[in-house]
Every structure is written in structure tokens, then in C-alpha cells.
């Protein structure tokens, strides 16, 4: 098999995850229309190249050393640095969208206006959540794909764990970008939490310590939860009120 024909079945394989969302967004008949799918898929990867720019950076410019090297290189080096990248590429999604598609869910032009300030409606923040677990997904196609053409062993491993704990982190970051303006505490809150979450499976696969079993439960669980919290109180195509698609 020509190494092109590897490319796309690795690429395939980590597209499992997303291509299995996006039959649930349609059978729950939620307003996520394709297009907004492909390009919530498209700012996650593209996140990868932020975030492996920054790691390189600062890999250069802090050398890992000393005991608390291992930390800084899980929590802050791969964890903070990957969410950031995520939330950089969101906010220039929801900026591109609130300038060029209508009903677009941003920031800037979604909820009602109280005091001076954007209150994003409950069936926007999870229609957030919903654009930043794709972009999750998105974010773990491409990573996977890099990992799995040099270890394909470590491919599926990264289908069923690293994707769905993409997918979780996102769906916070996704949230707390829409929140930004409003609730900049609550924003804040959600992506640290999407920080901590990253760092602690990744902790849990590094360390010889742990089982890589509590890392998968950590990365189906934190999936699991994004999941139910976007069942219920999202606006359908049927609605009237603002949407994704």
C-alpha cells in the first residue's frame, strides 16, 4: 500500500468519531447545517499548527529541567497550549461568522443586549459547545493522523481516547469563547477546567503509575458529560430563534 493510501486511511480512521457526531446532529435534528460542521472541523485542525508552533517556542525557550519539568511539559506545554490554540482559531470562526453568515451563533451578534452587554441565550452557549467539540474532533483528526503515520499502533488508541478527550476539551473552550463578553469569570472557569482535563489524561498515559485504563475513563467520561449537556435547550431547525445552520 502506497504511502498516499495510508494517509487516508489513517485519516479515515481518526475521522470515526466525527463522522459518527455528525450522524447524531442529524438524526436529533439540531441546527448545525454541513457547512458549519466542515468549518468547525476546519479551525480544529488548524489549531494543530499554532499549537505546534508554540510548543517548539517554547520548548527553545525553556529547556524541560528540573522536578517540576514533567509537569510544566504535560499541564502547560500541551494542555494550556493546545486549549489556547483551540480558542485563537474558535475566535476568528465566530468573528468570520458573525461578519459573513446570518444567524451566525458569535459573540458578537447572538443573545440579547442587557446593561451594554451581549447575554448569549442557553441554545447559543450549547450551540458554542457544539461548534468547539467538532473543532475538537477536527483537532484530533489531523493530530491523530500525524501520530498514527509514524506508530500506527498508536492510532486506535488515539481514536477511542485522545479524539473523544479533543472532542470534550473543545466543547468547554467552544462554550467559553461564546461567553467570553458576558461571563468572562464563567469563561474562564470552563476553559481551565478543559486545561485541567487535558492535562490530567495526559498525566495518567505518561505516568508508568497509572493505568492507561483511567485515562480512557477520564477522556469517555469528560466526552460522555459534553455530550449530555448539549441534549436538550438547543433551538432545532423548527425553532425560530438564532442557529448555526
Request: with cysteine; glycine share 8%.
Amino acid at each position: 500500500m502506497s504511502g498516499l493510501w495510508v494517509l487516508f486511511l489513517l485519516i479515515f480512521i481518526s475521522s470515526i468519531p466525527v463522522i459518527a457526531v455528525y450522524i447524531w446532529f442529524r438524526l436529533a435534528h439540531y441546527s448545525f447545517s454541513l457547512i458549519r460542521f466542515l468549518f468547525s472541523l476546519l479551525a480544529g485542525a488548524a489549531a494543530v499548527f499554532p499549537a505546534l508552533f508554540l510548543q517548539n517556542f517554547l520548548s527553545a525557550l525553556f529547556p524541560a529541567i528540573g522536578r517540576w519539568a514533567l509537569l510544566s511539559q504535560i499541564f502547560i506545554r500541551v494542555a494550556l497550549i493546545e486549549e489556547l490554540s483551540r480558542m485563537l482559531l474558535l475566535f476568528i470562526l465566530f468573528w468570520i461568522t458573525s461578519r459573513f453568515l446570518s444567524g451566525a451563533a458569535a459573540p458578537e451578534n447572538t443573545g440579547t443586549q442587557t446593561a451594554g452587554s451581549v447575554q448569549p441565550s442557553y441554545s447559543i452557549v450549547k450551540q458554542g459547545s457544539a461548534v468547539g467539540l467538532v473543532a475538537g474532533l477536527g483537532f484530533a483528526i489531523l493530530e491523530g493522523a500525524i501520530y498514527g503515520a509514524s506508530d500506527t499502533g498508536v492510532l486506535l488508541l488515539r481514536v477511542f481516547t485522545a479524539a473523544p478527550l479533543h472532542g470534550a476539551c473543545g466543547s468547554r473552550v467552544g462554550a467559553s469563547v461564546v461567553l467570553f463578553r458576558s461571563h468572562p469569570f464563567q469563561a474562564l472557569f470552563r476553559f481551565l477546567v478543559a486545561v485541567a482535563i487535558h492535562g490530567i489524561y495526559n498525566f495518567m498515559i505518561i505516568m508508568p503509575g497509572f493505568s492507561s485504563i483511567a485515562a480512557v475513563l477520564i477522556a469517555l467520561s469528560a466526552f460522555a458529560s459534553s455530550i449530555l449537556s448539549l441534549r436538550g435547550g438547543w433551538d432545532t431547525g423548527k425553532s425560530s430563534g438564532p442557529s448555526l445552520s
